[in-house]
């Protein structure tokens, strides 16, 4: 038996998933915006109760590993850092992109390609190409839309884009095989195979030196004068 609670914090939902094998014991989310720093610990400290109240013990803690959000990375993946350092349980670490391709094949989502991006301000998406067997066949890469964008595989069949990037994609990208799915973010309810698998494999990381997929060092920008 596997008991592991999973963390995502890449886009602007956050979400906290905890599971006994496949099934999800507890789950939590929360989508009205950017707050996770204020929602992550009480979310993972519910969970954490659930599992006392409930004689659970925790084998591993998952956590999205990126791309996305630096900040939202950073929470993430500091708050699983801890929980492994107090616990002393291995680092799961599931790559963002997996973890949305992952779903919308789960939920039913037919194609011979998935797309899943995640937006990158302006024009640029992160994204990475999945073939219909979930097999990454094009690593993640910060990439520029334009009109050619991704030709090489609406060529050979059907693509499905979606994330909170694909959204701004659809005048740029025209294509028969283009395909949109709206809605789609990354949660830690998504990501529970995936950690049993990596669990399985031991599929560990460092704790002490894991580092999310940035792909981009962080931009600080200089707050606007009030007059």
Do not use: W
Request: proline share 4%; aromatic share 10%; glycine share 8%.
């Amino acid at each position: 038996m596997s008991c592991i609670i999973c963390i995502e914090t890449a886009t602007r939902v956050c979400s906290v998933a905890l599971s006994v094998n496949e099934n999800i014991v507890f789950r939590k989310e929360e989508s009205t915006g950017p707050s996770h720093a204020v929602l992550l610990g009480v979310f993972v400290r519910d969970a954490m109760q659930y599992a006392r109240e409930n004689g659970l013990h925790l084998d591993a803690v998952a956590v999205s590993a990126g791309p996305g959000s630096y900040t939202g990375l950073r929470i993430g993946v500091s708050e699983a850092k801890g929980l492994c350092y107090g616990l002393n349980i291995p680092l799961i670490a599931v790559p963002t992109l997996e973890i949305m391709a992952s779903q919308v094949k789960a939920n039913g989502h037919s194609a011979d390609y998935y797309c899943p991006m995640i937006d990158a301000r302006r024009m640029e998406v992160y994204a990475s190409i999945y073939d219909s067997s979930l097999k990454e066949i094009r690593s993640v890469a910060a990439d520029i839309i334009e009109a050619g964008s991704y030709e090489e595989f609406l060529s050979e069949g059907k693509v499905l884009f979606f994330g909170d990037g694909a959204g701004k994609c659809k005048e740029v990208i025209r294509s028969g095989n283009a395909h949109f799915l709206d809605g789609v973010h990354p949660l830690a309810s998504s990501m529970v195979p995936l950690a049993i698998q990596y669990y399985q494999e031991k599929k560990y990381q460092d704790v002490a030196y894991f580092e999310p997929i940035y792909l981009k060092e962080f931009q600080a920008t200089s707050p606007k004068r009030r007059i």
